[in-house]
């Protein structure tokens, strides 16, 4: 889970974009993502800046979605595309298998998984870093 900000936002608590649906702070949170884990975001406060607040609710997402699909890879996988995505995803291709998945064009960032993945390893073998 310490390897999801260096794919989100290399552990910078951005702002929002300009880019309509992308997110903010080091999750990179949406903003409908954000206000269903209780996150206030108007044009006053946005609490995705909050890293405590914003990694708080990051947790309790990525434990939400471990719960509905028993899975820590398809967990983070509904983090990046939406756990309504990623079900309609495992129905239509009848398979819970990640790489699968991404052959078949399931993902919003290209690489997303793989990216994580190696993040992973590199933060498990910072020995191997020059």
């Keep these: 889970i310490l390897a999801l900000p260096i794919?989100?936002?290399g552990y910078q608590n951005l702002a929002q974009s300009s880019h309509a649906g992308w997110?903010?702070?080091?999750?990179?949170?949406?903003?409908?993502?954000?206000q269903n884990y209780g996150l206030r975001v108007d044009s006053s406060v946005d609490e995705r800046l909050n890293v405590e607040m914003e990694?708080?609710?990051?947790?309790?997402?990525?434990?939400?979605?471990?719960?509905?699909?028993?899975?820590?890879?398809?967990?983070?996988?509904a983090y990046n595309i939406?756990?309504?995505?990623?079900?309609?995803?495992?129905e239509k291709f009848g398979t819970r298998?990640?790489?699968i998945l991404i052959r078949n064009?399931?993902?919003?960032?290209?690489g997303y998984i793989p990216k994580l993945m190696a993040a992973?390893?590199?933060?498990?073998?910072?020995?191997?870093?020059r």
């Design 23 to 34: 997110g903010a702070g080091l999750w990179m949170f949406i903003e409908r993502t954000a």
């Design 97 to 99: 298998d990640p790489w």
């Design 55 to 77: 990694t708080d609710a990051a947790m309790r997402y990525l434990v939400s979605n471990h719960a509905r699909f028993d899975d820590w890879i398809l967990a983070v996988f």
């Design 105 to 110: 064009n399931i993902e919003n960032d290209k």
């Design 120 to 129: 992973i390893l590199i933060l498990n073998n910072p020995q191997y870093i």
């Design 7 to 9: 794919i989100e936002s």
């Design 82 to 90: 939406g756990e309504n995505t990623l079900q309609a995803a495992i």
